[in-house]
T-cell receptor
Framework: EAGVAQSPRYKIIEKRQSVAFWCNPI?????LYWYQQILGQGPKLLIQ????????DSQLPKDRFSAERLKGVDSTLKIQPAKLEDSAVYLC???????????FGEGSRLTVL | DQQVKQNSPSLSVQEGRISILNCDYT??????FLWYKKYPAEGPTFLIS?????DKNEDGRFTVFLNKSAKHLSLHIVPSQPGDSAVYFC???????????????FGQGTILTVHP
C-alpha cells in the first residue's frame, strides 16, 4: 500500500514570496491533516479535512495560509506571503476515518530567508 | 501555553537496558494518549496508545503507563535496541471518537539514543 505522498521535499524561498505544498493521502482515507513542525517542537495541527470539507482550521493563520482539498482526495497548502517564522516542516497525514490511526508523509521542509 | 510537555530533550541508554520516556500534560480534557516515533527525514509513525480508562497498555517491547491523577504518562522500552534510536513524541487527543481524534497535541519530543 502506497503511503502519504508529499512534494516538494525541500523548498527555499525569500520572505514575502509564496509557496505551495501538495499532499496525496493514502487511497480511501477520508480524513486529511496538515501539521506544522518547527525545529525543536512537536507538530502542530493547522487544518483538518473530512472528505473535501474543513473540520477544523482554528490554528491556521488565515491571513497568509490557505488550504484546499478539491474532490476530497489530494490537498494543497499555500503560504502567501511567507515570513521567516514559517520556516518549518509541513507534515501531511491521513486516516481512514476520523477515529483511525494517522499516517504521516515524509514532510516538506520550508526555509524562508 | 504548552499543554503536552516532554521535559527531557534527550536520553541515552545501553543496548539491552530499559528506556523510560516521560510526558506530562495539563489539559484535563485529554482522553487519549499516543506515542509516535520519528526517524530523520521521515514522518512520525504510530507506536502505541492508551485510553484514559486504562493505566497500562503493552505491545511487545513497548509499554505505556498512564497516571491520570498526576497527568503523567511514560513509555518503557525493554530491552532497548539500537534500531530504537529515534525521536519519540508524546501526543494527546480530546477524545477517541468523533472528529476530535486526529486533533493531536504533541510534546516537543525526546531524542533516544541506544548504544550497542
Amino acid at each position: 500500500e502506497a503511503g502519504v505522498a508529499q512534494s516538494p521535499r525541500y523548498k527555499i524561498i525569500e520572505k514575502r514570496q509564496s509557496v505551495a505544498f501538495w499532499c496525496n493521502p493514502i487511497s480511501g482515507h477520508a480524513t486529511l491533516y496538515w501539521y506544522q513542525q518547527i525545529l525543536g517542537q512537536g507538530p502542530k495541527l493547522l487544518i483538518q479535512f473530512q472528505n473535501n470539507g474543513v473540520v477544523d482550521d482554528s490554528q491556521l493563520p488565515k491571513d497568509r495560509f490557505s488550504a484546499e482539498r478539491l474532490k476530497g482526495v489530494d490537498s494543497t497548502l499555500k503560504i502567501q506571503p511567507a515570513k521567516l517564522e514559517d520556516s518549518a516542516v509541513y507534515l501531511c497525514a491521513s486516516s481512514f476515518q476520523s477515529t483511525g490511526e494517522l499516517f504521516f508523509g515524509e514532510g516538506s521542509r520550508l526555509t524562508v530567508l | 501555553d504548552q499543554q503536552v510537555k516532554q521535559n527531557s530533550p534527550s536520553l541515552s541508554v545501553q543496548e539491552g537496558r530499559i528506556s523510560i520516556l516521560n510526558c506530562d500534560y495539563t489539559n484535563s480534557m485529554f482522553d487519549y494518549f499516543l506515542w509516535y516515533k520519528k526517524y530523520p527525514a521521515e514522518g512520525p509513525t504510530f507506536l502505541i496508545s492508551i485510553s484514559s480508562i486504562k493505566d497500562k497498555n503493552e505491545d511487545g517491547r513497548f509499554t505505556v503507563f498512564l497516571n491520570k491523577s498526576a497527568k503523567h504518562l511514560s513509555l518503557h522500552i525493554v530491552p532497548s535496541q539500537p534500531g530504537d534510536s529515534a525521536v519519540y513524541f508524546c501526543a494527546a487527543a480530546p477524545s477517541l471518537g468523533g472528529t476530535s481524534y486526529g486533533k493531536l497535541t504533541f510534546g516537543q519530543g525526546t531524542i533516544l539514543t541506544v548504544h550497542p
